[in-house]
Protein backbone atom coordinates (compact mmCIF):
# COMPACT_ATOMS: atom_id res chain seq x y z
CA UNK A 1 0.00 0.00 0.00
CA UNK A 2 1.15 3.57 -0.99
CA UNK A 3 2.06 5.80 2.26
CA UNK A 4 -0.59 8.39 2.32
CA UNK A 5 0.86 12.16 1.93
CA UNK A 6 1.54 13.36 5.18
CA UNK A 7 3.94 16.06 2.94
CA UNK A 8 3.61 19.84 4.19
CA UNK A 9 6.89 20.23 2.90
CA UNK A 10 6.15 24.07 2.78
CA UNK A 11 6.17 25.03 6.72
CA UNK A 12 9.76 24.52 7.53
CA UNK A 13 12.74 25.09 5.70
CA UNK A 14 14.63 21.37 5.74
CA UNK A 15 11.75 19.39 5.87
CA UNK A 16 11.39 16.05 4.48
CA UNK A 17 8.25 13.18 5.40
CA UNK A 18 7.37 9.57 5.56
CA UNK A 19 6.61 10.06 1.86
CA UNK A 20 9.67 11.49 0.42
CA UNK A 21 11.74 9.12 2.37
CA UNK A 22 10.18 6.31 0.16
CA UNK A 23 12.22 8.24 -2.95
CA UNK A 24 15.33 6.77 -4.75
CA UNK A 25 17.30 8.64 -6.43
CA UNK A 26 18.49 6.69 -9.51
CA UNK A 27 20.71 9.12 -9.82
CA UNK A 28 24.43 6.73 -11.38
CA UNK A 29 27.21 9.07 -12.44
CA UNK A 30 28.29 12.32 -14.38
CA UNK A 31 29.95 12.42 -17.33
CA UNK A 32 31.36 15.44 -19.60
CA UNK A 33 29.66 15.50 -22.78
CA UNK A 34 31.95 16.65 -24.99
CA UNK A 35 34.95 13.88 -24.03
CA UNK A 36 32.44 11.30 -22.82
CA UNK A 37 34.54 10.87 -19.42
CA UNK A 38 32.98 9.77 -15.98
CA UNK A 39 33.20 11.94 -12.66
CA UNK A 40 32.81 10.24 -9.36
CA UNK A 41 29.62 11.35 -8.57
CA UNK A 42 29.92 10.51 -5.08
CA UNK A 43 32.15 13.34 -4.38
CA UNK A 44 31.89 17.40 -5.01
CA UNK A 45 32.45 18.08 -8.62
CA UNK A 46 32.61 21.01 -10.67
CA UNK A 47 32.99 20.60 -14.50
CA UNK A 48 35.80 18.95 -16.94
CA UNK A 49 38.81 21.15 -17.33
CA UNK A 50 39.75 18.81 -20.40
CA UNK A 51 37.10 20.27 -22.35
CA UNK A 52 35.67 23.65 -20.64
CA UNK A 53 32.71 21.78 -20.68
CA UNK A 54 29.89 21.31 -18.41
CA UNK A 55 29.00 17.72 -16.93
CA UNK A 56 25.61 16.14 -16.51
CA UNK A 57 23.92 13.53 -14.37
CA UNK A 58 22.68 10.18 -15.39
CA UNK A 59 20.35 7.94 -14.50
CA UNK A 60 19.58 4.61 -14.18
CA UNK A 61 16.32 4.88 -16.13
CA UNK A 62 16.15 1.59 -17.58
CA UNK A 63 15.39 0.24 -14.16
CA UNK A 64 13.37 3.53 -13.04
CA UNK A 65 11.01 2.63 -16.37
CA UNK A 66 9.83 -0.59 -15.08
CA UNK A 67 8.96 0.53 -11.32
CA UNK A 68 7.68 4.38 -11.51
CA UNK A 69 4.62 5.77 -14.08
CA UNK A 70 3.05 9.05 -14.96
CA UNK A 71 -0.05 8.49 -12.53
CA UNK A 72 2.43 7.70 -9.20
CA UNK A 73 3.91 11.07 -9.70
CA UNK A 74 0.77 12.89 -9.89
CA UNK A 75 -0.37 11.30 -6.98
CA UNK A 76 1.98 12.99 -4.94
CA UNK A 77 2.74 16.03 -2.78
CA UNK A 78 3.10 19.06 -4.92
CA UNK A 79 6.70 20.48 -5.32
CA UNK A 80 10.22 19.61 -7.79
CA UNK A 81 11.10 16.86 -5.12
CA UNK A 82 8.10 14.62 -6.50
CA UNK A 83 10.88 13.74 -9.19
CA UNK A 84 13.65 12.65 -6.84
CA UNK A 85 14.34 9.74 -8.75
CA UNK A 86 15.43 11.75 -11.45
CA UNK A 87 17.33 13.98 -9.51
CA UNK A 88 21.00 13.73 -7.98
CA UNK A 89 19.80 14.44 -3.63
CA UNK A 90 20.27 10.93 -2.15
CA UNK A 91 19.21 11.55 0.98
CA UNK A 92 15.71 12.88 1.89
CA UNK A 93 16.72 15.00 4.66
CA UNK A 94 18.56 16.85 2.17
CA UNK A 95 15.76 17.65 0.04
CA UNK A 96 15.53 21.01 1.09
CA UNK A 97 12.53 23.41 0.12
CA UNK A 98 10.90 26.55 0.09
CA UNK A 99 7.92 25.57 -2.29
CA UNK A 100 9.30 25.58 -5.07
CA UNK A 101 8.00 24.23 -8.51
CA UNK A 102 4.72 23.02 -9.96
CA UNK A 103 4.21 26.25 -11.44
CA UNK A 104 1.15 27.02 -13.44
CA UNK A 105 0.60 26.48 -17.28
CA UNK A 106 -1.40 29.26 -18.10
CA UNK A 107 -3.52 29.58 -21.12
CA UNK A 108 -3.50 33.05 -22.83
CA UNK A 109 -6.64 33.09 -24.77
CA UNK A 110 -6.51 37.15 -24.96
CA UNK A 111 -2.94 37.34 -25.89
CA UNK A 112 -3.15 34.62 -28.41
CA UNK A 113 -6.02 35.69 -30.09
CA UNK A 114 -4.21 39.40 -30.54
CA UNK A 115 -2.12 38.12 -33.28
CA UNK A 116 -4.34 34.73 -34.18
CA UNK A 117 -2.03 32.12 -31.91
CA UNK A 118 -4.59 29.67 -31.15
CA UNK A 119 -2.98 27.41 -28.77
CA UNK A 120 -0.68 30.04 -26.44
CA UNK A 121 0.30 29.23 -23.04
CA UNK A 122 2.95 30.31 -20.54
CA UNK A 123 4.47 28.52 -18.11
CA UNK A 124 4.59 30.99 -15.60
CA UNK A 125 7.70 30.80 -13.06
CA UNK A 126 6.96 33.86 -10.84
CA UNK A 127 5.37 31.58 -8.12
CA UNK A 128 9.03 30.34 -7.48
CA UNK A 129 10.52 31.21 -3.90
CA UNK A 130 12.47 34.47 -4.82
CA UNK A 131 10.18 35.23 -7.53
CA UNK A 132 12.25 33.48 -10.22
CA UNK A 133 12.99 30.33 -11.41
CA UNK A 134 16.52 30.62 -10.40
CA UNK A 135 15.16 28.83 -7.30
CA UNK A 136 14.61 25.72 -9.31
CA UNK A 137 18.47 25.49 -10.22
CA UNK A 138 19.77 27.13 -6.47
CA UNK A 139 17.57 24.38 -4.39
CA UNK A 140 19.12 21.73 -6.18
CA UNK A 141 23.04 22.73 -6.38
CA UNK A 142 22.82 23.61 -2.37
CA UNK A 143 21.09 20.69 -1.77
CA UNK A 144 23.30 18.35 -3.36
CA UNK A 145 26.03 20.00 -2.29
CA UNK A 146 25.44 19.99 1.75
CA UNK A 147 24.68 16.27 1.05
CA UNK A 148 28.38 16.68 -0.03
CA UNK A 149 30.03 18.68 3.02
CA UNK A 150 29.42 22.22 1.30
CA UNK A 151 29.35 24.76 4.24
CA UNK A 152 29.89 27.72 2.34
CA UNK A 153 29.03 29.02 -1.50
CA UNK A 154 29.80 31.47 -3.86
CA UNK A 155 28.41 32.98 -6.70
CA UNK A 156 28.59 35.29 -9.59
CA UNK A 157 25.21 36.82 -10.43
CA UNK A 158 23.15 39.12 -12.57
CA UNK A 159 20.66 39.78 -9.72
CA UNK A 160 18.69 36.75 -9.35
CA UNK A 161 20.63 33.96 -8.52
CA UNK A 162 22.09 35.61 -6.05
CA UNK A 163 18.77 36.00 -4.67
CA UNK A 164 17.98 32.17 -4.62
CA UNK A 165 21.23 30.92 -3.58
CA UNK A 166 20.92 33.49 -0.50
CA UNK A 167 17.79 32.22 0.36
CA UNK A 168 18.36 28.44 0.21
CA UNK A 169 21.74 28.75 1.89
CA UNK A 170 19.85 30.87 4.68
CA UNK A 171 17.34 27.82 4.53
CA UNK A 172 20.08 25.16 4.80
CA UNK A 173 21.86 27.42 7.91
CA UNK A 174 25.19 27.60 5.77
CA UNK A 175 27.09 30.90 4.60
CA UNK A 176 26.74 32.65 1.06
CA UNK A 177 28.62 35.50 -0.65
CA UNK A 178 27.17 37.36 -3.83
CA UNK A 179 29.39 38.52 -6.37
CA UNK A 180 27.09 40.97 -8.66
CA UNK A 181 27.23 44.17 -11.18
CA UNK A 182 26.62 47.49 -8.81
CA UNK A 183 23.66 48.27 -11.42
CA UNK A 184 21.44 45.13 -10.92
CA UNK A 185 18.49 45.93 -10.22
CA UNK A 186 18.27 47.21 -6.46
CA UNK A 187 15.78 44.56 -5.23
CA UNK A 188 18.09 42.08 -5.84
CA UNK A 189 20.49 44.04 -3.86
CA UNK A 190 18.02 44.36 -0.54
CA UNK A 191 16.87 40.62 -1.17
CA UNK A 192 20.24 39.66 -0.80
CA UNK A 193 21.66 41.49 2.18
CA UNK A 194 17.63 40.92 3.87
CA UNK A 195 18.59 36.97 3.38
CA UNK A 196 21.77 37.52 5.35
CA UNK A 197 24.17 36.61 2.61
CA UNK A 198 27.66 38.55 2.31
CA UNK A 199 26.77 40.85 -0.92
CA UNK A 200 30.20 42.29 -3.33
CA UNK A 201 29.08 44.68 -5.35
CA UNK A 202 31.30 44.97 -8.77
CA UNK A 203 32.02 47.52 -11.43
CA UNK A 204 30.98 45.91 -14.36
CA UNK A 205 29.01 42.73 -15.78
CA UNK A 206 28.40 39.17 -14.33
CA UNK A 207 31.59 38.15 -16.24
CA UNK A 208 34.03 40.80 -13.92
CA UNK A 209 31.58 39.70 -11.41
CA UNK A 210 32.57 35.97 -11.59
CA UNK A 211 36.26 36.54 -12.44
CA UNK A 212 35.85 38.07 -8.53
CA UNK A 213 33.91 35.63 -7.27
CA UNK A 214 36.30 32.65 -8.17
CA UNK A 215 39.50 34.58 -7.00
CA UNK A 216 37.72 34.38 -3.19
CA UNK A 217 36.47 31.32 -3.90
CA UNK A 218 40.33 30.20 -5.18
CA UNK A 219 41.46 31.95 -1.60
CA UNK A 220 38.92 30.79 1.03
CA UNK A 221 37.97 27.44 -0.17
CA UNK A 222 33.92 28.10 -0.61
CA UNK A 223 32.20 26.37 -3.22
CA UNK A 224 31.45 27.77 -6.54
CA UNK A 225 27.60 28.07 -7.88
CA UNK A 226 28.12 29.60 -11.18
CA UNK A 227 25.91 28.66 -14.05
CA UNK A 228 27.18 25.09 -15.45
CA UNK A 229 30.26 25.06 -13.24
CA UNK A 230 28.51 22.19 -10.92
CA UNK A 231 26.47 19.93 -12.94
CA UNK A 232 23.49 20.47 -10.48
CA UNK A 233 21.70 23.60 -11.10
CA UNK A 234 20.84 21.88 -14.26
CA UNK A 235 19.33 19.28 -12.64
CA UNK A 236 17.00 21.28 -11.18
CA UNK A 237 15.80 23.52 -13.81
CA UNK A 238 15.27 20.55 -15.90
CA UNK A 239 11.95 20.12 -13.80
CA UNK A 240 10.83 22.30 -16.06
CA UNK A 241 10.43 20.36 -18.94
CA UNK A 242 9.02 17.48 -16.49
CA UNK A 243 6.50 19.73 -15.55
CA UNK A 244 5.96 20.38 -19.50
CA UNK A 245 5.65 17.13 -20.07
CA UNK A 246 3.12 16.60 -17.44
CA UNK A 247 0.98 19.51 -18.19
CA UNK A 248 0.49 18.48 -21.92
CA UNK A 249 -0.26 14.78 -20.88
CA UNK A 250 3.04 13.81 -21.98
CA UNK A 251 2.30 15.03 -25.42
CA UNK A 252 4.95 17.66 -25.80
CA UNK A 253 3.87 21.29 -27.25
CA UNK A 254 5.35 22.40 -30.62
CA UNK A 255 6.95 25.43 -29.87
CA UNK A 256 8.98 26.29 -26.57
CA UNK A 257 10.00 30.08 -26.36
CA UNK A 258 12.81 30.63 -23.47
CA UNK A 259 14.31 33.85 -22.68
CA UNK A 260 18.13 32.51 -22.53
CA UNK A 261 21.36 33.57 -20.26
CA UNK A 262 23.54 30.84 -19.22
CA UNK A 263 21.05 28.65 -20.49
CA UNK A 264 20.45 26.20 -17.45
CA UNK A 265 17.07 25.80 -18.55
CA UNK A 266 17.31 25.41 -22.09
CA UNK A 267 19.86 22.34 -21.68
CA UNK A 268 17.71 21.26 -18.60
CA UNK A 269 14.75 20.72 -20.60
CA UNK A 270 16.17 18.91 -23.83
CA UNK A 271 17.52 16.43 -21.26
CA UNK A 272 14.58 16.24 -19.51
CA UNK A 273 12.60 15.38 -23.18
CA UNK A 274 15.77 12.62 -23.62
CA UNK A 275 15.05 11.51 -19.96
CA UNK A 276 11.42 10.54 -20.63
CA UNK A 277 12.13 9.30 -24.04
CA UNK A 278 14.49 6.62 -21.62
CA UNK A 279 11.78 6.25 -19.50
CA UNK A 280 8.85 5.40 -22.55
CA UNK A 281 6.94 7.65 -21.37
CA UNK A 282 7.65 10.02 -24.80
CA UNK A 283 7.89 9.17 -28.61
CA UNK A 284 11.18 10.81 -30.23
CA UNK A 285 8.92 14.35 -31.27
CA UNK A 286 10.29 17.67 -29.57
CA UNK A 287 9.05 20.98 -29.47
CA UNK A 288 11.25 23.59 -31.56
CA UNK A 289 13.02 25.08 -29.07
CA UNK A 290 13.63 28.83 -29.09
CA UNK A 291 16.30 30.78 -27.60
CA UNK A 292 15.72 34.65 -27.51
CA UNK A 293 18.16 37.08 -25.95
CA UNK A 294 18.17 40.91 -26.08
CA UNK A 295 19.36 42.85 -28.95
CA UNK A 296 22.01 44.33 -26.91
CA UNK A 297 23.70 41.01 -25.97
CA UNK A 298 22.85 38.01 -28.07
CA UNK A 299 26.31 35.74 -27.95
CA UNK A 300 23.49 32.57 -28.77
CA UNK A 301 21.85 34.25 -31.87
CA UNK A 302 24.96 35.36 -33.65
CA UNK A 303 26.28 32.05 -33.37
CA UNK A 304 22.97 29.98 -34.16
CA UNK A 305 22.92 32.51 -37.83
CA UNK A 306 26.60 32.03 -38.75
CA UNK A 307 26.34 28.39 -37.84
CA UNK A 308 29.42 28.50 -35.19
CA UNK A 309 29.62 25.62 -32.59
CA UNK A 310 30.86 28.04 -29.94
CA UNK A 311 29.78 31.75 -29.36
CA UNK A 312 31.76 34.47 -28.76
CA UNK A 313 32.13 36.70 -26.08
CA UNK A 314 28.98 39.75 -26.62
CA UNK A 315 31.17 43.08 -26.30
CA UNK A 316 29.21 46.13 -24.66
CA UNK A 317 26.42 43.73 -23.12
CA UNK A 318 23.54 46.21 -22.38
CA UNK A 319 19.66 45.55 -21.64
CA UNK A 320 17.02 46.29 -18.95
CA UNK A 321 16.35 42.06 -18.95
CA UNK A 322 19.47 42.24 -16.59
CA UNK A 323 19.06 38.00 -16.76
CA UNK A 324 19.88 38.54 -20.42
CA UNK A 325 22.98 40.40 -19.68
CA UNK A 326 25.29 37.60 -20.09
CA UNK A 327 27.98 37.98 -22.47
CA UNK A 328 29.62 34.37 -22.41
CA UNK A 329 27.96 31.45 -21.92
CA UNK A 330 29.99 28.57 -20.52
CA UNK A 331 27.46 26.08 -21.85
CA UNK A 332 27.07 27.74 -25.43
CA UNK A 333 27.56 24.31 -27.73
CA UNK A 334 25.30 22.53 -25.70
CA UNK A 335 22.64 25.31 -26.07
CA UNK A 336 23.45 25.86 -29.55
CA UNK A 337 23.22 21.57 -29.99
CA UNK A 338 19.82 21.57 -28.67
CA UNK A 339 18.51 24.96 -31.03
CA UNK A 340 19.64 22.41 -33.47
CA UNK A 341 18.47 19.01 -33.04
CA UNK A 342 14.94 21.01 -32.36
CA UNK A 343 14.74 22.58 -35.39
CA UNK A 344 14.66 25.67 -33.52
CA UNK A 345 16.00 28.91 -33.78
CA UNK A 346 17.52 31.99 -31.84
CA UNK A 347 15.72 35.39 -31.85
CA UNK A 348 17.14 39.04 -30.58
CA UNK A 349 14.91 41.38 -29.43
CA UNK A 350 14.90 44.97 -29.11
CA UNK A 351 14.48 46.49 -25.38
CA UNK A 352 12.13 48.68 -26.67
CA UNK A 353 10.56 46.01 -27.96
CA UNK A 354 10.56 43.74 -24.65
CA UNK A 355 8.86 46.96 -22.91
CA UNK A 356 5.54 46.77 -25.07
CA UNK A 357 5.67 43.27 -24.92
CA UNK A 358 6.02 43.66 -20.83
CA UNK A 359 2.52 46.48 -21.25
CA UNK A 360 1.08 43.84 -23.72
CA UNK A 361 1.58 40.62 -21.79
CA UNK A 362 0.27 42.28 -18.52
CA UNK A 363 -2.67 43.71 -19.98
CA UNK A 364 -3.93 40.62 -21.82
CA UNK A 365 -3.19 37.99 -19.54
CA UNK A 366 -3.19 39.23 -15.88
CA UNK A 367 0.64 37.90 -15.59
CA UNK A 368 3.25 40.36 -14.71
CA UNK A 369 6.33 39.38 -16.09
CA UNK A 370 9.63 39.94 -15.63
CA UNK A 371 11.44 41.56 -18.89
CA UNK A 372 13.00 38.40 -19.54
CA UNK A 373 9.64 36.39 -19.67
CA UNK A 374 7.96 39.45 -21.74
CA UNK A 375 11.05 39.11 -24.10
CA UNK A 376 9.38 35.77 -25.66
CA UNK A 377 6.19 37.43 -26.61
CA UNK A 378 8.06 40.02 -28.84
CA UNK A 379 9.74 36.79 -30.03
CA UNK A 380 7.02 35.04 -30.70
CA UNK A 381 5.00 37.72 -32.48
CA UNK A 382 8.41 37.84 -34.76
CA UNK A 383 8.59 33.84 -35.91
CA UNK A 384 4.48 33.96 -35.88
CA UNK A 385 4.57 37.28 -37.99
CA UNK A 386 7.27 35.39 -40.24
CA UNK A 387 5.38 32.59 -40.70
CA UNK A 388 7.70 30.13 -38.42
CA UNK A 389 4.94 29.55 -35.67
CA UNK A 390 1.33 28.37 -37.22
CA UNK A 391 -2.04 29.77 -35.81
CA UNK A 392 -2.49 26.01 -34.89
CA UNK A 393 0.79 25.29 -32.96
CA UNK A 394 0.94 24.80 -29.14
CA UNK A 395 3.10 27.66 -28.29
CA UNK A 396 4.98 28.04 -24.50
CA UNK A 397 6.68 31.32 -23.51
CA UNK A 398 8.38 31.04 -20.56
CA UNK A 399 7.89 33.86 -18.00
CA UNK A 400 10.77 33.28 -15.75
CA UNK A 401 10.67 35.73 -13.17
CA UNK A 402 8.07 38.04 -11.55
CA UNK A 403 7.89 42.01 -12.80
CA UNK A 404 7.62 42.83 -9.14
CA UNK A 405 11.33 42.00 -8.81
CA UNK A 406 12.11 44.82 -11.25
CA UNK A 407 10.75 48.02 -10.00
C1 LIG B 1 18.71 34.10 -15.15
C2 LIG B 1 17.45 34.48 -15.78
C3 LIG B 1 17.17 34.14 -17.11
C4 LIG B 1 18.16 33.38 -17.97
O1 LIG B 1 18.19 32.04 -17.56
P1 LIG B 1 19.34 31.01 -17.99
O2 LIG B 1 18.87 29.71 -17.50
O3 LIG B 1 20.59 31.49 -17.36
O4 LIG B 1 19.43 31.06 -19.47
C5 LIG B 1 15.93 34.46 -17.62
N1 LIG B 1 15.01 35.12 -16.88
C6 LIG B 1 15.24 35.49 -15.59
C7 LIG B 1 14.19 36.22 -14.84
C8 LIG B 1 16.47 35.18 -15.00
O5 LIG B 1 16.70 35.53 -13.73
ZN1 LIG C 1 35.52 16.59 -21.29
Not at 16 to 40: A, I, K, W
Not at 222 to 248: C, Q
Not at 251 to 273: H, S
Not at 387 to 406: C, E, H, M, Q
Amino acid sequence: MRLLSTCNAFTSSLSYTSTMETYTSHFTRLVCPECGNPFDATVLQTFCHDCMSPILAEYDLERLGEKLTPAELRSRPKGLWRWSELLPVQQAQYRLTLGEGDTPLLAAPHLGASIGLKNLYIKDESSNPTATFKARGLVMAVARAVELGVEEFVIPTAGNAGGALAAYAAAAGKASHVYMPQDAPNINQVEVRALGADLQLVEGLITDAGRLAGQARDEHGWFDVSTFKEPYRAEGKKTMGLELAEDFDYELPDVVVYPTGGGTGLVGMWKAFDELEKLGWIGSQRPRMVSVQAAGCAPIVRAFETGAERAEPWEDAHTHASGLRVPVAFADRLILRALRESQGTAVAVRDEDIRAAEAEMAQKTGIFAAPEGAATWAAAKHLFGGGWIDPDARVVLFNTGSGLKYI
